[in-house]
Structure formats: C-alpha cells, structure tokens
C-alpha cells in the first residue's frame, strides 16, 4: 500500500501544481493565488504525520520552484512548504486521539499559509528577490489565509478521504468494520 500512498500524494501534489500556475492566476486577488499546493501539504500531513507532511511539501515545493513562470530561486518553495508540511503533520500527531475537527482544519490551513509566506518573504529577503515587500506582508498574508482557508474547504476533506481509505490490510481490519 505504500506505493499507492506514493503516487496518490505525488498525483495530488502534481494536479495541485498544474491548477495552481495554470488557472489561479486568472482569479488573483490583490495579486495573491490561493496556494493550492499548501493546503494539499496540508491535507497529506493531516492524513499521514509529520515526515509525509514534510517529504510531500519539500517536493510539491520544488515542483513550485521550477515549473514556469518560475521567476526565483530554487529551492525557496521546497524549504516553506517543507516547513509547513512538518508542522501540520505535527498539530495531526497531537490530536491523534481523535479527528482534527473543522476549526482545526482552518487554523492549521492559516499557521501554514502564515509559515509558508513568511519563510518564502525572508529567503527572498536574504537573497536580495526585489520582489519581496515587508510593506505589503501584513496584507498579503490576510488575503492568502483567507483565500486558502475557502480553498481548503473543497480540498482538505478530498485529500482526508482518499489518503484515509488506503490502508494496508492490517490498519484496515482495525479501523473499518
């Protein structure tokens, strides 16, 4: 089951990819995306802990850093989606004795966007990007938690789901009846 697990998570990540630089773009608000990309991190992390939230964000992110209209350098993505990934793997690890519950779901959702933003905002900072502004952060991380907060609405449960209903055989006699 585990390579199923795989290229469930790489299928989402690779989807999330597309949708995210091909056709959100087209409805930006103030210049901000939802990050498509982030929440399904998010969704994978919440579904399977820490180490996944963290593999399957460091490579949803380099996919980021590199499929065009790459404008930056490599790398900057991997490291906040990474980050992101391990923490919302982290908040499923802690309340692991039952479901994380829709409120969870959304604070989790606006502690990542809030983690990736920042992260990516400062390694562009320490790599002189001119496009990194701190004057317009406050507002742009309000309209990126908002906008991925409603976009994780549709997603998150989907991820949850289908990553919920691949278990090996063993997991499965324990968990369904």
Same mark, same amino acid.
């Given at each position: 089951?585990?390579?199923? &697990?795989?290229?469930?998570?790489?299928?989402?990540?690779?989807?999330?990819?597309?949708?995210?630089?091909?056709?959100?773009?087209?409805?930006?608000?103030?210049?901000?995306?939802?990050?498509?990309?982030?929440?399904?991190?998010?969704?994978?992390?919440?579904?399977? $802990?820490?180490?996944?939230?963290?593999?399957?964000?460091?490579?949803?992110?380099?996919?980021?850093?590199?499929?065009?209209?790459?404008?930056?350098?490599?790398? #900057?993505? =991997?490291?906040?989606? =990474?980050?992101?990934?391990?923490?919302?793997?982290?908040? &499923? &690890?802690?309340?692991?004795?039952?479901?994380?519950?829709?409120?969870?779901?959304?604070?989790?959702?606006?502690?990542?966007?809030?983690?990736?933003?920042?992260?990516?905002?400062?390694?562009?900072?320490?790599?002189?990007?001119?496009?990194?502004?701190?004057?317009?952060?406050?507002?742009?991380? $309000?309209?990126?938690?908002?906008?991925?907060?409603?976009?994780?609405?549709?997603?998150?449960?989907?991820?949850?789901?289908?990553?919920? #209903?691949?278990?090996?055989?063993?997991?499965? #006699? #324990?968990?369904?009846?």
């Amino acid at each position: 089951m585990i390579p199923l &697990r795989i290229a469930l998570a790489a299928l989402f990540l690779m989807v999330a990819v597309t949708v995210q630089t091909s056709l959100l773009p087209h409805i930006a608000v103030a210049g901000v995306v939802c990050d498509l990309v982030m929440i399904v991190v998010v969704g994978l992390a919440l579904a399977r $802990g820490p180490e996944w939230g963290a593999i399957c964000g460091f490579a949803g992110g380099l996919m980021l850093d590199v499929v065009p209209p790459a404008d930056h350098t490599a790398g #900057r993505w =991997a490291l906040a989606l =990474a980050v992101s990934g391990y923490v919302a793997g982290l908040i &499923r &690890r802690e309340t692991s004795a039952g479901p994380v519950g829709p409120v969870g779901v959304a604070g989790t959702v606006v502690l990542g966007a809030a983690l990736s933003l920042l992260l990516y905002s400062a390694t562009g900072s320490l790599l002189h990007d001119p496009a990194v502004d701190w004057n317009e952060f406050g507002v742009r991380l $309000g309209i990126a938690a908002g906008y991925d907060v409603v976009g994780a609405i549709v997603v998150i449960p989907i991820v949850l789901w289908v990553m919920r #209903r691949v278990l090996p055989a063993r997991e499965r #006699r #324990r968990v369904l009846p």
